[in-house]
């Protein structure tokens, strides 16, 4: 008889989350494959040859199971991150480590698709010590810039440059952080409204879209924007599927604009953690959940099959 497979998972329990996970452990137990649920790394430790989680009546190794969905953006921390790269090493996670490490990071997840040919907003990256000199030199260029922090999320730290009192104001920001990279995009011009297009396993999910909040230009919810029912193109799903396998991510949430002076869509950034809709936002509308559900379940059956 075949030894029974066994996975971890970590996902969020707010926004409907909790549901969501039940609905995943009840389909891949119906494959024979059990879930430790609620696997928090931040509660691991390290002991010669394992990683063992002992909390909440769990004694487990977690380098012995056959792999590991780390799905809760709201909760990292550093060292559960660390640990996510070592863990890794020795077991298939979704997404990999160095996935979730691109996307985490825009300058990085900007250079590899421009490299892979998706079109992004134009960029540049520069020391913090020629920031001022730098800045002033794109400004006159550009004409409007947008300044955003190489992590984060949510669009915390963003900063839109217009003119010399905006560098200004950002620069005491610039020199009392402790950051040494600074990133910045040319501001693009668009109708403040976005696609978010969700892709499991190279294949569509979803789209919705976000609209900006009254005279902000950021759509993003925790910003002010909001959701609305939004239908893509095929052109929308090529793009978002083409970011989602340059920076090799089974699961990403693609946002993208139309840059309405070069009459092309651009990719804004690519999120390895997409939310599923929450209880929400499936009364307007957005029912792709059960499908996302599906792709899921049907990439770890995938990930967890023994080599015969």
Known sequence: MAEKRKIGMWLYKNGGGEAIGKKIIKKLKE???KVVDDINLRDATAKNSNIWYEHKNKDIKLNELDLFFSYNAGEQTIYQTYLYQALNRIIPMINSYNSFALTEDKFHTSFVLRNAGVNTADYRLFHRDE???????ILKK???????PT????????SKIE?????RALMPTLNQSNIREVFVEKFIKYDNTDFR?????????GCYGRK???????????SGGSVFMREPNDKIIEVATKA???CGADIAGIDIIYDQEKEEYVVLEVNGIPAFATPEQEKIGLNFNDKKIDLIVDLIDKKTKKQK
């Open 212 to 222: 900006a909040g009254g005279d902000d230009w950021r759509t993003n919810i925790t």
């Open 142 to 148: 550009w004409k409007g810039m947008v300044y955003k």
């Open 163 to 167: 003119d010399a009192d905006s560098l």
């Open 197 to 205: 297009v969700d892709i499991v396993d190279g294949k569509f999910v």
């Open 244 to 246: 989602a396998k340059a």
């Open 31 to 33: 494959r024979d494959i």
């Open 131 to 137: 920031a001022h000199i730098e800045l002033q030199k």
């Open 151 to 158: 992590n984060g999320w949510g669009g915390a730290g963003l």
